[in-house]
């Protein structure tokens, strides 16, 4: 590596602040294609032999293994030597050769008004983690400088910020950038000489509906050979085949660290599929995973749990919250939620404070927001609740355990209609079968031994972990997980405290629930192999059986045709809309999760009826 990269990019891998020692797969075969990979475009560049090594990439490899830098290294080197090149041929234009002052003016000035490399990522979270990355790898070159354009945060603040410094490298979601683009004609123009774009997690990019926002962006960008392409995906697929066909040359080079005959998740990700009774096992087993992984994982718990809409990850991180306090080996669970209801700065710090405990005993209830490409240390367990979006979110999702190298375990919970998805999507992942008894006694005789003696599970815990740091206005709890006496009775009494609950839970958030995810599993009753009646009635079931509605949530013919029910309609699909059930209601849009209600009488279970008095927990 050191002979074909910059002494300050290699003093910050090698050094602070990355401290790498050895390169990962897919770092060392990009390496390998390394100085002419890096090499800048005609005319900075005009030595033929060089130029034909500045290939298009397309990369396939799992996730945690070090893909970001990969693709980071030749962008860094690429704008360094562009930039070298521009300030030589400034001094010869000038007749001073010599002078590095009219280099460095060139140089800069180039800087200032030309993006280098463009990184298109499909999550806020995500990118914000690629721009973080890049800041590290030119830790040592203090006028390098990255912009990060993403929604949720202020516009004005980020042209602003785009317009006083250097555009080095620029990393973005589709909706902001194109968003830009049509209105800022700074940003339009700087993108002209734009010499490499890379597409991270590109079947993340197309899974999402981006295929047309990015068609877009390709009219802003200069066409080869001046602009190089990286097409960066865990899997891949029929749609990213086409995307290669039309985005990267002919003679582009094909990286993958996953052989033909491995599963694309980590192999040493233990994985287990689940398929219920019945709706009422779902909570229950979902708080005895918890409770297996503190055993399992004692002092290193971190568990996330994926679901499959906005509203099911509020109206689940309400009752893990709370099953958490008193039902679980920990004495304490950090619970943590994110979704796309929350703000950007709310999304930013959940995920940083996440990322950054070390108690033991932490959960992270989410959307899809945190499936692709974001990185969270120490990550011992994936639970999925439902069926995912498709095969390649599945995959996505495990990823965020075992990485760098790590053990893992990955659970996926189905209600029993949903077995289908294992059947026709999974089949070459490979799954063991997990029924809710063997959990149940497996749970059990763990918490026997784990009550005889602690410290067989626990261990030594080093001092500084009882630290509890303050940053500003948050807490960060990092003091470690406890375990008093009593693990077997409180997990016994798990089922008692879920009645308790149920009979609290808001009945308008259960509802609002239901009717995201009749919307949701409508669009996927072809990949369940399940007729949408099948789908209907379970949900209705799971309304009752898990969340304890008095009776079954109506739903009118007019609701059922505005999703899509009675057809096969799917262009709704996925949009975010507020239900019409058919009845005429006073009350506001569901908003808070975490309400709990006292019910007076039987409200029938409909949309938008009074069910008596609220408090907040």
Known sequence: MEPHVSEETFKAVTGRPMRMTTMTPVQAQVMALFPNLASPPQPF?????????????????????GKTLAFLLPAVEQRVRTLKAI???????????????????????????????LIISPTRELATQIANEAIRVTTHQP??????????????????????????????????????????????????????????????????????????????LPSAPLRQTFLCSATISTAIKQVTKQYLRPDHVFI???????????????????????????????????????????????????????????????????LARSNLPAARTNVYELHSKRTQESRTNTSNMFRNDTSGASVLITSDVSARGVDYPGVTRVVQIGMPGSSEIYI?????????????????????????????????????PLTTNELIQEVEELATEFEADPSKFVGERRAAEGKRQVGRGQLRYTEPATYPPGVPARLQSMPESLSHLQGRLDEAAINETFASLLGYYVAKSHELRVPRD??????????????????????????????????????????????DFGRSSSQPHWMGRGTVRARTGNSGGGYGGSAGSQSRY
């Open 87 to 117: 300030g030589e041929q400034a001094a010869i234009d000038a007749g001073q050769p010599d002078d590095t002052s009219i280099a460095i003016r060139a140089e800069r000035a180039f800087a200032r008004t030309n993006v280098g490399t």
């Open 143 to 220: 006028e390098f400088e990255v912009r990060l354009f993403v929604g949720g945060v202020s516009k004005g603040m980020q042209m602003r910020d785009f317009m006083r410094g250097r555009r080095d490298i620029v990393v973005a979601t589709t909706g902001r950038l194109l968003d830009l683009i049509k209105s800022e004609p700074e940003v339009r123009a700087s993108l002209k000489q734009t010499q490499l774009l890379v597409l991270d997690e590109a079947d993340t990019l197309l899974d999402m509906g981006f295929r047309d926002d990015i068609e877009m962006l390709k009219n802003y």
């Open 256 to 322: 993958s660290t996953v052989s033909g005959d491995s599963s694309p998740v980590h192999a040493h990700v233990k994985q287990y599929h689940t398929v219920l009774p019945s709706a009422a096992e779902q909570i229950p087993h979902i708080i005895r995973l918890i409770a297996h992984d503190q055993m399992t994982s004692a002092g290193k718990s971190k568990v996330v749990i994926f679901l499959p809409t906005t509203k099911k990850t509020q109206l689940f991180a309400t009752i893990v919250r709370e």
């Open 396 to 432: 996505h999702r495990v990823g965020r355990t075992g990485r760098a190298g790590t053990n893992g375990r990955g659970d996926l919970v189905l209600l029993p209609w949903e077995h289908g998805f294992v059947t026709w999507q999974l089949t070459e992942v490979p799954l063991k």
């Open 45 to 65: 560049e005009t030595d033929q032999t060089v130029l034909e090594g500045r290939k298009d990439l397309l990369i396939q490899a799992k996730t945690g293994t």
């Open 534 to 579: 099948v789908i209907l009635e379970g949900l209705k079931d799971w309304a009752v059986e898990a969340c304890g509605l008095p009776t079954k949530p109506y739903v009118s013919p007019r609701f059922l045709d505005q999703i899509g029910f009675g057809d096969n309609r799917t262009k709704h699909f996925g949009q975010q809309r507020r239900p």
